[in-house]
């Protein structure tokens, strides 16, 4: 890890917000020395059955930030999620900052630019969002400096950020007892994925981790917080010096046993836009459903 930027003496404060409805987790992560922080993966609240968008959970973290008087700098993504709408415009809007999403987002658009049949007017450039990480860059949230590693297999645009002693892993590992996510959507690859998990093992192991995403395997209560080491130790899908062949094969038996998550078709159009949700030509909010497509 010696190209990265690693400070394990920054100790950020971190505020988890559990969203039930899509079991995800989005944090507030303060600079300890300064009022300056950065929301990861927020959530913008869909019916999708009423075709209803509202932003109950997009507004309790901009109350936490007004209440506790911080500055919101960054509104990052760490990855195109399948399962949960993005709230980074509505949240920009009201509290500013910049959004920031892995470079490889273009691969995103592009293929499901196809898939949704977006035509020209849909930009696969990533101009959609203000910022576009590459491996090992890095950017500052008051004084403290984060920094992405890019961490494919999940989807191809898939990056881990750090901040200080605190490392935010995406869909890249769950909780030790949930293991990793699935790699069977277009441009993922469970090898990449073992490649990508072994890089974030290869933080300190007092490093700790914050999951996007946890379900409660076994009837446990929801959790999100691990180490480094704990993961290494325990994962039951990487843990244990578990060769790469075992868990490519495990996860590809795995994948094709699950179903599509519930909300990919809105998800992947409005979060391939940085949340923006679709429009058509008279400016009306409107999603497409693909048949046969996905």
Not at 118 to 141: N, P
Not at 247 to 259: G, I, N
Request: glycine share 8%.
């Amino acid at each position: 890890m010696s190209h990265y930027p690693v400070r394990m003496d920054v100790k950020p404060e971190v505020t988890a917000f559990f969203d039930e409805a899509t079991n995800t987790i989005s944090y507030i992560v303060k600079d300890p020395s300064s009022t300056a922080c950065a929301i990861i993966d927020s959530v913008m609240d869909i019916d999708y059955a009423a075709g209803r968008i509202t932003h109950d959970h997009a507004d309790k973290m901009i109350n936490f930030i007004k209440d506790n008087e911080l500055k919101l700098e960054w509104i990052i993504e760490t990855h195109v999620h399948a399962d949960h709408l993005s709230a980074a415009p509505y949240i920009q809007d009201k509290l500013g900052g910049k959004i920031g999403i892995g470079q490889k987002i273009m691969v995103i658009q592009d293929t499901f630019g196809k898939i949704f049949n977006e035509g020209t007017d849909f930009q696969r450039d990533g101009s959609q969002f203000d910022a576009l990480f590459e491996d090992g860059d890095t950017y500052q949230i008051g004084n403290m400096t984060a920094f992405a590693i890019y961490t494919p297999g999940h989807t191809p645009a898939c990056m881990v950020h750090v901040m200080g002693d605190a490392a935010f892993a995406g869909d890249t590992l769950f909780m030790p007892d949930g293991g990793s996510a699935r790699a069977d959507f277009p441009g993922g690859d469970a090898g990449q994925l073992y490649d990508s998990i072994q890089k974030v093992l290869a933080l300190p192991e007092q490093t700790r981790l914050f999951m996007c995403h946890d379900y409660g395997p076994n009837g446990r209560d929801i959790k999100w917080e691990t180490t480094v080491g704990d993961e290494k130790k325990f994962n039951i899908h990487v843990g244990s010096g578990k060769t790469k062949e075992e868990f490519v094969k495990f996860r590809t038996e795995r994948d094709a046993q699950l179903s599509v998550p519930k909300l990919i078709i809105p998800s992947l159009q409005v979060n391939m836009r940085a949340g923006h949700v679709p429009q058509d030509e008279d400016g009306n909010p409107v999603l497409k459903i693909p048949v046969n497509g996905l």
